[in-house]
């Protein structure tokens, strides 16, 4: 199994910042795509950004030139640093990873989320 688990979420001002980080753990042979979706209440979860194993990034229009989006390979982590923050940014975030696993002498694919974590932006 893989298991995703998000830290870093909470209650900020409009213009803030928090910092997430979402860490991946188990039996992980590689890791391809790791990204962050959200999703507000009475809308469907929308991509925020993710972020390939070739380290090239993907942002949704709403959040470019605030929100960057990195990983940190050795340690199975990827973290969304969000400035600038906005009202409209409260929603619940979820991590996502996309890679292979090992399990019972076979590696398969695998695409897991996380638990989600609460970012309220208070005007």
């Known amino acids: 199994q893989v298991h995703l688990v998000e830290s870093g979420g909470g209650l900020v001002q409009a213009g803030g910042s928090l910092r997430l980080s979402c860490v991946a753990s188990?039996?992980?042979?590689?890791?391809?795509?790791m990204g962050w979706y959200r999703q507000a209440p009475g809308k469907q979860r929308e991509l925020v950004a993710d972020?390939?194993?070739?380290?090239?990034?993907n942002y949704a229009d709403s959040v470019k030139g605030r929100f960057t989006i990195s990983r940190d390979n050795a340690k199975n982590t990827v973290y969304l640093q969000m400035n600038s923050l906005k009202p409209e940014d409260t929603a619940v975030y979820y991590c996502?990873?996309?890679?292979?696993?090992?399990?019972?002498?076979?590696?398969?694919?695998?695409?897991?989320w996380g638990q989600g974590t609460q970012v309220t932006v208070s005007s």
């Open positions: 996502n990873a996309g890679g292979f696993k090992r399990e019972n002498f076979a590696v398969l694919p695998f695409n897991y």
């Open positions: 188990g039996s992980i042979f590689s890791i391809n795509a």
């Open positions: 972020i390939p194993s070739d380290g090239s990034t």
